[in-house]
């Protein structure tokens, strides 16, 4: 079954990532949430949880760096495989460096869920650990 941990950065609610959580769901996949923010903690716990995939939100201020970051500790980590998608607001010009720093896809600011999952289905695949 693939493992999805969800995380988000910046501030804000948690409505639209428990929303695509619940798509991700619904679509037979296991879903960890975090409140973690650090990328430090967010690749512990992916590698903890041995996840397939990450998915990060972003909400307005979030440090996009950070994502790069996440990145750049799976590699050290050596788990380069599990990829990473971002959704929300860094699509502000954030989305070709994101690309070139090793995340797999950008969905910007009003990407359905539908879209997302429909992405996912062609693109994540489980058991990587």
């Known amino acids: 079954m693939i493992r999805i941990l969800m995380a988000k950065l910046g501030g804000a609610g948690t409505e639209s990532v428990m929303g695509l959580a619940k798509a991700f769901r619904d679509a037979g996949w296991e879903v960890i949430y975090t409140e973690i923010q650090k990328p ?11 996840v397939d995939h990450i998915t990060i939100t972003t909400f307005p201020g979030a440090d996009l760096g950070q994502i790069a970051r ?6 050290e980590e050596g788990m380069p495989q599990i990829q990473i998608t971002v959704s929300g607001y860094a699509n502000a ?9 090793g995340i797999t896809e950008v969905f910007p600011a009003g990407t359905t869920n539908g879209e997302i999952v429909a992405w996912a289905r062609q693109n994540v695949k489980c058991c990587y650990n």
């Open 40 to 50: 430090e903690n967010i690749v512990a716990s992916a590698i903890q949880e041995a």
């Open 70 to 75: 996440i990145k750049e500790l799976l590699v």
């Open 93 to 101: 010009g954030g989305a070709p460096a994101l690309k070139e720093a």
